[in-house]
């Protein structure tokens, strides 16, 4: 393995890592070649972030060697790893927000005059140039703070490249990001391959690890489950490496389509409401919709169309008007979140982190936040037992793996936490449940489960609203499409005759190719 | 399965650190306590320890209500300002007038008595907080300025209500309030005791607690969930007030006098009981329990000093070393859970 092979730039042989009780990698080897793009598959858990943290010297392996250029290199912080080549572009993206695009690209490296003050010509030249390299057109001088996330995201390439990396680790990078804005990503992605960079691909995605990557590394309960060649690259077999047994099908219908019921909620020209604060942001143009009990209505839109903002509206989080805005047949105005709860409207909403979990408090409290109503005492008291009782019953019928209600929400995993957020609101017996990205950030086997519970709640009758960046998830979840763009409706379509194309073609292009 | 199998095994020393966590204030109260006997055995005599809880009694009830505060992410500077402002209006009450009168007895009762005065000190209290939370909510001003804004706002006003002097000489009914005893015990530690464990069953097994928590922890979160967010934020500002204005009156009664430079720097002191007792300044977590412990804290360390003849100036950097000791304590255990 140690055999200098030019073609290698970094070799995995053998690493292991152990924490407490636990081996996180076990006995993983793998190598990233120049120029190519690896992609990292996994379910959560399988030790992906471990190895990513190895790697860019966040920790040391307990055992194993790091080869770098064929020469074994212990990578013992960040800047080791920096002064090798190696950046590591994560999620939550490392930029001053209240900084220019290049004084973010060359912070603490900024160009010199006289070794004191700031060339600002020459930094904004470089940026330019840089910028230039990947495609990107942005004003140096921006703040990043106005830029979008995709651009952002440009900015921490154009920073990587800037101090001449040759391995890029992007983690999860397409996940908040719209169609258009991925097909870009790839570009860019193409691109720096075409420059001898390398990139590692780290990814829930399988289509995208499909499109974009040369090989494809797969890791399983801290093992190595597979290295994949540019020849056997096929979805079902990423799937089966990572699940470890064959999946028949990713997103099979759990059971038959429904017969929907009555017309539940009916809007016809909602309207967003545009104040000073709230001036950038999507703005709904008049959207005319009518859900219905017991079916699973799916939202498709790329980033920007305004399914978030549909939802917010619906749900009073937002200020809107609208011509009528009926709930069962009844004129009603919904002002606030707690107004629509008392209509029996619930909110899951896209951000878990950001906008539904209280990580530092416990399971019990994260479940019964909105409905301690239903559990009191004397009127003012929670009656803990009662509480206790109820999350029982939901933990066991959507099978939530934890240790017990005073645990704590943030050590659960994402799809536990997103199954304690649907007990929040069903909790409350809703008429209407809007759910955004219901299965963001969740493994493939709990992203099933969700799947089954939405199923089993429209059967019940409830008006389920599904809202997916994943296209593939609507059309198995839903038991009728409509597509957004730009703050309207522009389709309807039955899931039979859906297909990824149909709904595309909705979602992206110009309302004179296609009739609403 | 491995997420679940990392869990437990890791569980078994994260879990001993969230216990060190959560007991460190009291591990470090009773430390201290056994130095300071060893000292000084007077330092145990039940005159001195009842003596240490009637000095924090005052801040301790005004710490109660800064937990509320602080638990949703927010900090009330005005409190010693406001204490000032209500004690001058209780004693203005029981007195009858602002007249700064030293005159006592029977012929001189024009005043309204103590429940009076307390009612009214209290009243002031909650409107200082009320018009505090009225900024905070609806101009959506920052805490830290609006009661900046307030900490010169109302002492300025008690200033100019008072003329710059103090209002003396209460009747002993009032007195009994600061200075009264039941059996061995100062009337203000029970008054504090009795807000803490009020405080305590309020926080802990309340609907109304569990909101202040959730609000604290994840304000967007809370609003999305449907909880009245501006009302929980406006509502832990009167209660700060409702105890500051108490501890005004408590004071008033205990010194037989309202000063209109009372309570000045009192806010240090019950943000530091808060902050020591293990609550998180960025909101969402801490306990009553631990604010108790933290102002008993303070108040045994300056009464361990001073009998040890220590200087006052020293008793001051020695509180500031432990407010950054704690936090900085509360950190590391942190990040040794998560590991």
């Known amino acids: 393995m140690s055999s200098a092979n030019p073609e290698l730039l970094l070799q995995?042989?053998?690493?292991?890592?152990?924490?407490?009780?636990?081996?996180?990698?076990?006995?993983?080897?793998?190598?990233?070649?120049?120029?190519?793009?690896?992609?990292?598959?996994?379910?959560?858990?399988?030790?992906?972030?471990?190895?990513?943290?190895?790697?860019?010297?966040?920790?040391?392996?307990?055992?194993?060697?790091?080869?770098?250029?064929?020469?074994?290199?212990?990578i013992t912080s960040p800047q080791t790893a920096q002064s090798l080549g190696i950046v590591t572009i994560y999620q939550e993206f490392n930029l001053v927000p209240t900084l220019s695009v290049a004084e973010n690209i060359f912070i603490g490296r900024e160009p010199l005059h006289f070794g004191r003050f700031v060339d600002w010509k020459k930094m904004r030249a470089d940026a330019r140039a840089i910028t230039q390299r990947i495609g990107l057109s942005i004003d140096p001088d921006a703040p990043v703070s106005e830029l979008s996330v995709a651009e952002q995201q440009m900015v921490e390439i154009a920073r990587a490249l800037s101090i001449e990396a040759r391995l890029i680790i992007m983690d999860e990078p397409t996940s908040a990001l719209s169609g258009a804005e991925v097909d870009r990503l790839v570009g860019i992605v193409r691109t720096l391959r075409s420059q001898g960079v390398s990139v590692m691909f780290v990814t829930h995605r399988l289509e995208e690890a499909m499109t974009l990557c040369d090989r494809v590394t797969i890791l399983r309960d801290g093992k190595l489950a597979?290295?994949?060649?540019?020849?056997?690259?096929?979805?079902?077999?990423?799937?089966?490496?990572?699940?470890?047994?064959?999946?028949?099908?990713?997103?099979?219908?759990?059971?038959?389509?429904?017969?929907?019921?009555?017309?539940?909620?009916?809007?016809?020209?909602?309207?967003?409401?545009?104040?000073?604060?709230?001036?950038?942001?999507?703005?709904?143009?008049?959207?005319?919709?009518?859900?219905?009990?017991?079916?699973?209505?799916?939202?498709?839109?790329?980033?920007?169309?305004?399914?978030?903002?549909?939802?917010?509206?619906?749900?009073?989080?937002?200020?809107?008007?609208?011509?009528?805005?009926?709930?069962?047949?009844?004129?009603?105005?919904?002002?606030?979140?707690?107004?629509?709860?008392?209509?029996?409207?619930?909110?899951?909403?896209?951000?878990?982190?950001?906008?539904?979990?209280?990580?530092?408090?416990?399971?019990?409290?994260?479940?019964?936040?909105?409905?301690?109503?239903?559990?009191?005492?004397?009127?003012?008291?929670?009656?803990?037992?009662?509480?206790?009782?109820?999350?029982?019953?939901?933990?066991?019928?959507?099978?939530?793996?934890?240790?017990?209600?005073?645990?704590?929400?943030?050590?659960?995993?994402?799809?536990?936490?997103q199954k304690i957020v649907l007990s929040r609101w069903l909790s409350l017996d809703p008429k209407i449940l809007i759910v955004d990205e219901p299965t963001r950030g969740i493994d493939i086997a709990a992203k099933a489960e969700v799947h089954e519970i939405l199923d089993t709640l429209a059967n019940r009758g409830i008006a389920v609203v599904v809202i997916s960046s994943e296209l593939p998830e609507v059309m198995a979840v839903a038991d009728r499409i409509v597509t957004m763009r730009e703050g309207r409706l522009t389709g309807e379509v039955a899931p039979e005759e859906a297909t990824q194309e149909k709904l595309m073609s909705l979602m992206a292009l110009d309302d004179a190719t296609v009739k609403g | 399965m491995t997420d679940a199998s990392r869990t437990m095994a890791a569980g078994g020393e994260a879990m001993m650190w969230k216990t060190i966590g959560r007991f460190a204030p009291l591990i470090f109260l009773l430390v201290l306590m056994l130095i300071f006997s060893i000292l000084e055995p007077k330092f145990l005599n039940p005159t001195n320890l009842f003596n240490v809880m009637r000095q924090i009694s005052i801040t301790g009830l005004i710490a109660l209500g800064m937990t509320f505060v602080i638990l949703t992410a927010g900090i009330d500077l005005s409190v010693g300002s406001i204490l000032a402002v209500s004690g001058m209006v209780a004693a203005a009450v029981a007195k009858g007038s602002l007249g700064n009168t030293l005159s006592l007895g029977e012929d001189e009762a024009v005043g309204y008595g103590p429940f009076a005065a307390?009612?009214?000190?209290?009243?002031?209290?909650?409107?200082?907080?009320?018009?505090?939370?009225?900024?905070?909510?609806?101009?959506?001003?920052?805490?830290?300025?609006?009661?900046?804004?307030?900490?010169?706002?109302?002492?300025?006003?008690?200033?100019?209500?008072?003329?710059?002097?103090?209002?003396?000489?209460?009747?002993?009914?009032?007195?009994?309030?600061?200075?009264?005893?039941?059996?061995?015990?100062?009337?203000?530690?029970?008054?504090?005791?009795?807000?803490?464990?009020?405080?305590?069953?309020?926080?802990?097994?309340?609907?109304?607690?569990?909101?202040?928590?959730?609000?604290?922890?994840?304000?967007?979160?809370?609003?999305?969930?449907?909880?009245?967010?501006?009302?929980?934020?406006?509502?832990?500002?009167?209660?700060?007030?409702?105890?500051?204005?108490?501890?005004?009156?408590?004071?008033?009664?205990?010194?037989?006098?309202?000063?209109?430079?009372?309570?000045?720097?009192?806010?240090?002191?019950?943000?530091?009981?808060?902050?020591?007792?293990?609550?998180?300044?960025?909101?969402?977590?801490?306990?009553?329990?631990?604010?108790?412990?933290?102002?008993?804290?303070?108040?045994?360390?300056?009464?361990?000093?001073?009998?040890?003849?220590?200087?006052?100036?020293?008793?001051?950097?020695?509180?500031?070393?432990?407010?950054?000791?704690?936090?900085?304590?509360?950190?590391?255990?942190?990040?040794?859970?998560?590991?």
């Not at chain 2, 097994?205 to 609003?223: D, F, I, K, L, M």
């Open chain 1, 12 to 74: 995995i042989d053998h690493v292991s890592k152990r924490f407490p009780g636990v081996v996180a990698l076990d006995d993983v080897s793998f190598d990233v070649r120049r120029g190519e793009v690896l992609g990292l598959l996994g379910e959560n858990g399988a030790g992906k972030s471990t190895i990513l943290k190895i790697i860019s010297g966040a920790q040391l392996p307990d055992q194993g060697t790091i080869y770098w250029d064929g020469k074994p290199v212990s």
């Open chain 2, 118 to 339: 307390m009612a009214a000190s209290i009243a002031v209290g909650m409107f200082c907080g009320f018009i505090q939370g009225y900024g905070i909510t609806w101009l959506k001003v920052p805490p830290f300025v609006v009661t900046l804004g307030g900490l010169s706002i109302f002492r300025g006003l008690t200033l100019w209500f008072s003329n710059g002097g103090p209002i003396s000489g209460f009747e002993s009914d009032y007195r009994w309030w600061g200075q009264g005893m039941v059996g061995p015990v100062p009337v203000p530690v029970i008054i504090f005791l009795v807000a803490a464990i009020v405080c305590h069953v309020v926080l802990r097994h309340t609907r109304y607690g569990r909101h202040v928590y959730a609000v604290g922890g994840n304000p967007e979160a809370a609003r999305l969930s449907g909880l009245a967010v501006d009302r929980i934020i406006m509502s832990v500002y009167l209660i700060v007030g409702f105890f500051a204005g108490l501890a005004g009156f408590v004071l008033s009664a205990r010194l037989n006098s309202s000063e209109a430079v009372a309570g000045i720097g009192y806010e240090l002191t019950v943000i530091a009981s808060v902050v020591i007792g293990g609550t998180s300044l960025f909101g969402g977590a801490g306990s009553i329990a631990g604010t108790v412990v933290g102002a008993t804290l303070i108040g045994v360390l300056v009464n361990g000093l001073v009998l040890n003849n220590v200087s006052s100036y020293i008793q001051s950097v020695v509180i500031g070393l432990i407010i950054i000791t704690a936090v900085a304590f509360d950190r590391f255990v942190k990040t040794r859970k998560r590991a």
């Open chain 1, 226 to 417: 597979a290295n994949l060649n540019r020849d056997e690259l096929a979805i079902p077999t990423f799937i089966e490496k990572m699940v470890g047994r064959a999946a028949s099908n990713l997103y099979s219908r759990p059971t038959t389509r429904r017969q929907a019921g009555a017309v539940r909620l009916s809007i016809r020209g909602l309207k967003s409401v545009v104040t000073a604060e709230k001036q950038r942001g999507v703005v709904l143009k008049g959207i005319d919709l009518d859900i219905r009990a017991g079916e699973i209505l799916g939202i498709a839109g790329l980033v920007g169309a305004g399914r978030t903002e549909l939802a917010r509206a619906i749900f009073g989080a937002d200020m809107k008007t609208a011509d009528r805005f009926q709930i069962d047949g009844e004129d009603v105005t919904i002002r606030s979140p707690r107004d629509a709860m008392r209509y029996g409207i619930g909110l899951v909403p896209e951000d878990r982190k950001l906008q539904a979990l209280f990580l530092q408090l416990a399971i019990r409290r994260n479940f019964s936040v909105a409905s301690l109503d239903r559990f009191m005492r004397l009127g003012v008291f929670v009656d803990e037992a009662k509480e206790a009782a109820e999350l029982q019953r939901f933990r066991t019928m959507m099978n939530v793996r934890m240790t017990g209600p005073d645990q704590l929400i943030s050590n659960l995993s994402g799809g536990n936490q």
